[in-house]
């Protein structure tokens, strides 16, 4: 049976699908067979973060109409074997994904031996937010250090316990507090929530802080996954969020504002 990820927010532009891509690259990385899917309906942006826009013939849409087999719609990444991507149809009909649909293309990845199906969820409370965390098995709530996101994912949370597969069985969606763009000198200001205070507002486990960082961007724009750049703060941790997921312990990294010694003071680096 495969285990099924939402990768989640309320608000938008938080950092899911770059979270989604990382996650999956660094669950493949690590011998597991992955499907990451693009449950964005119109907006199509994971096949980018992925490398593997040019490859797109057949998307998510024409696999639940039935236009194409998902065998033709999986696209095999360059990197690793073992890691596939399904893209976002560009079609404007908001309607074109079906619960049964959904239903159908996860239970046969299921069947194909796939360890992790990772879902990149739109932004949201809407219906394409709720098809994507519906037959999930775990969530990752990705957040940002400030209110709205904060608030936002709280909504998300109610629904993740009432609104799943999970819930409507009297079981638990396992979720799980990602915080991303963090950065530890505004937090030390106070212009930014700190982990703490995140985690005691929505009270999740933190898997992952991964710092702000102009790395996303630049490994975005080459359609790298950010996990790959490995002498990123971000890469790194994006790695240890993955460990976790798989339920290493390792400390926290990149969450306090770097004191400087006395000889790096003295002459830099
Ligand atoms: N750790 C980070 N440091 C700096 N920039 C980041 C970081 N994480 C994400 N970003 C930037 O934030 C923007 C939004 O990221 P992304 O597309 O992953 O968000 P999203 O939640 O998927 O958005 P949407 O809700 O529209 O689907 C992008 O420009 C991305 O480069
Ligand atoms: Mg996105």
Redesign the pocket.
């Known amino acids: 049976m495969a285990e099924i990820i939402v990768v989640t927010?309320g608000?938008?532009?938080?950092?899911?699908?770059?979270?989604?891509?990382s996650l999956a690259c660094g669950l493949a990385r690590r011998g597991h067979k992955v499907a990451v899917i693009d449950f964005?309906v119109g907006?199509r942006?994971l096949d980018l973060?992925m490398g593997c826009e040019r490859r797109v013939v057949y998307d998510f849409v024409n696999v639940v109409s039935g236009e194409a087999s998902l065998k033709q719609a999986l696209i095999k990444d360059k990197r690793f074997d073992n890691l596939f991507v399904l893209a976002a149809s560009q079609t404007r009909d908001k309607d074109a994904l079906t619960m049964e649909g959904v239903e159908k293309v996860l239970k046969e990845l299921s069947d194909d031996g796939f360890d992790y199906i990772v879902c990149?969820?739109?932004?949201?409370i809407e219906k394409g937010a709720y098809l994507a965390m519906y037959f999930s098995d775990q969530a990752v709530v990705?957040v940002n250090p400030e209110v709205s996101s904060v608030r936002d994912s709280d909504r998300i949370l109610g629904l993740l316990s009432s609104k799943t597969k999970k819930a409507e069985a009297g079981e638990r969606v396992k979720e799980h507090l990602l915080l991303?763009?963090?950065s530890p000198k505004r937090v030390e200001t106070g212009e930014m929530l700190s982990v703490g205070d995140v985690e005691e507002i929505l009270g999740l486990k933190t898997i992952g802080v991964?710092?702000?960082?102009?790395?996303?961007?630049n490994a975005?724009n080459k359609g790298e996954p950010?996990i790959l750049d490995t002498e990123s703060p971000?890469s790194q941790a994006y790695d240890d969020a993955v460990a976790r997921l798989l339920g290493d312990t390792r400390p926290m990294r990149f969450t306090t504002v770097e004191k400087k010694g006395f000889f790096s003071k003295m002459f830099g680096g």
């Open positions: 927010s608000k938008g532009g938080v950092g899911k699908t770059t979270t989604s891509a964005d907006l942006n973060i990149d969820s739109p932004a949201g990705v991303t763009r963090y991964i710092p702000e960082s102009p790395d996303v961007l975005s950010v971000a």
